[in-house]
């Protein structure tokens, strides 16, 4: 079983639509939680951290359950700029541990 | 500020062959990470400088992978000899040392470097 598992995608939405990204991890010794944003053939860049509170940068809402080990990603009114893989991240020990990535294309 | 740099940025090198790659970590960021992607899979850890010392390096996946970081600035990851099934993207990462607050410490990650094995 992989340590981080996202939904396999591709996910296909038209430009405004809200899309959900959902993540599971299996170590529940993990301390902290990202979401990352890797466009083609480009390095992985931050998107936002994810908190138990949850918590929300403009249109982006990240949601963590420790409980459940799941976590989330919420885009409202999708931009054709959003097409891009996005990488669920687990950290334990300052190493970070990837999900395969869910690959999301906003058609206009 | 510049960011993470890598070098170089693609390596076509036939089987048994020596490959080295090297990263420039952002000036100042002690913690120094080697990720690598291969073709279908999850990009997964390599190994973490703290300076100029190795603090983990579970993921290195043999002792056909050197990796070094001397004065704790720059890195260089070699390859000796290389096999197909090392062909890949390797990222390099950097990040500051705040011992107190090392959950929010950001990784920052180069471009990484295709490395293609024939």
């Known amino acids: 079983r992989k340590e981080v598992e996202q939904d396999p995608g591709p996910f296909n939405v038209p430009e405004g639509a809200t899309v959900a990204f959902n993540c599971t991890y299996s170590?529940?010794?993990?301390?902290?939680f990202f979401w990352y944003r890797q466009d083609c053939r480009k390095e992985p860049k931050l998107l936002m951290s994810?908190?138990?509170s949850g918590n929300e940068d403009g249109r982006f809402t990240a949601q963590l359950n420790r409980a459940s080990q799941y976590i989330s990603l919420l885009i409202r009114d999708s931009k054709l700029s959003d097409s891009a893989t996005y990488l669920c991240?687990?950290?334990?020990?300052?190493?970070?541990?990837f999900g395969q990535g869910t690959r999301l294309t906003i058609n206009p | 500020e510049a960011g993470v740099t890598q070098f170089p940025s693609h390596s076509v090198i036939e089987k048994g062959q020596t490959v080295t790659l090297r990263c420039d970590p952002i000036?100042?960021?002690?913690?120094l990470y080697w990720y690598r992607r291969v073709m279908g899979k999850e990009i997964k850890f390599l190994l973490h400088f703290v300076k100029e010392s190795k603090q983990d390096e579970s993921g290195m996946p043999n002792n056909r992978f050197l990796a070094e970081r001397t004065g704790g600035t720059y890195s260089t990851l070699k390859v000796q000899p290389a096999e197909l099934e090392d062909s890949g993207v390797y990222f390099c990462?950097?990040?500051?040392?705040?011992?107190?607050?090392?959950?929010?410490?950001?990784?920052?990650f180069g471009p990484g470097t295709r490395l293609t094995v024939l």
């Open positions: 994810v908190y138990s």
């Open positions: 000036s100042g960021h002690d913690n």
């Open positions: 170590n529940s010794a993990s301390q902290s």
């Open positions: 991240v687990v950290q334990g020990a300052q190493k970070l541990v």
């Open positions: 990462a950097s990040s500051q040392d705040r011992q107190s607050n090392w959950d929010t410490d950001t990784q920052y």
